[in-house]
């Protein structure tokens, strides 16, 4: 079966990097794409960007522009998201999910979450 | 970027209600929408994708409707396991956008 597992709960401080990773199995991890949501507290489901597993291709929103870079490792079917400069407005549960492997579509799998926690 | 504007933001109802939600988008999105479901504390899960087409393993009392610019999620008989937040999302255009959520809760 489709499983998308995510790495754990991260605490940052401001101004830091955070990277979490997402660990596919039971699909052939080429052939799709994963897309990154986020979810802040007392907030609705936030799109963040999408990268294709299959050709590297990547789609980010703008408001991440410069502070986001999502990729992907085809030899241990993982993908990661590496978000940096980070602000306490940053702090969210994280999640993977599995989309189109040419243009960013639905998501029919999802990964656990990831919180973050940014505090000084 | 393509606005996603769903109503009711949250409603009351109880178990055996027919409930219906509803998103417009901003401009023509197709049929390039699907709904979503994510209880407390756990992740979203798809209902519908394509607008229309129910997801495997999704109960058959979950539908969707629309194209263009008007969609509609309709759950015919409210169930206990019901209870959530609902978001829809348009993947027509980047960046994809969600509506903001209706909260279903316990009349």
């Known amino acids: 079966q489709v499983q998308l597992v995510q790495s754990g709960v991260e605490v940052k401080k401001p101004g830091a990097s955070v990277k979490v990773s997402c660990k596919a199995s039971g699909y052939t991890f080429g052939s799709y794409g994963i897309t990154w949501v986020r979810h802040a507290p007392g907030q609705g489901l936030e799109w963040m960007g999408w990268?294709?597993?299959?050709?590297?291709?990547?789609n980010y929103a703008q408001k991440f522009q410069g502070r986001l870079t999502m990729t992907t490792d085809t030899s241990t079917s993982t993908a990661y998201m590496e978000l940096r400069s980070l602000r306490s407005d940053d702090t969210a549960v994280y999640y993977c999910?599995?989309?189109?492997?040419?243009?960013?579509?639905?998501?029919?799998?999802w990964g656990q979450g990831t919180l973050l926690t940014v505090s000084s | 970027d393509i606005q996603m504007t769903q109503s009711p933001s949250s409603l009351s109802a109880s178990v055996g209600d027919r409930v219906t939600i509803t998103c417009r988008a901003s401009q023509g999105i197709r049929k390039d929408l699907d709904w979503y479901q994510q209880k407390s504390g756990k992740n979203p899960e798809r209902l519908i994708y394509?607008?229309?087409s129910l997801q495997s393993g999704v109960p058959s009392r979950f539908s969707g409707s629309g194209s263009g610019t008007e969609f509609t999620l309709t759950i015919s008989s409210l169930q206990p396991e019901d209870f959530a937040t609902y978001y829809c999302l348009q993947h027509n255009s980047y960046p994809l956008t969600f509506g903001q959520g209706t909260k279903v809760e316990i009349k």
């Open positions: 990268i294709s597993a299959y050709n590297g291709v990547a």
């Open positions: 999910a599995r989309s189109g492997a040419k243009v960013a579509k639905g998501f029919d799998h």
């Open positions: 394509g607008a229309s």
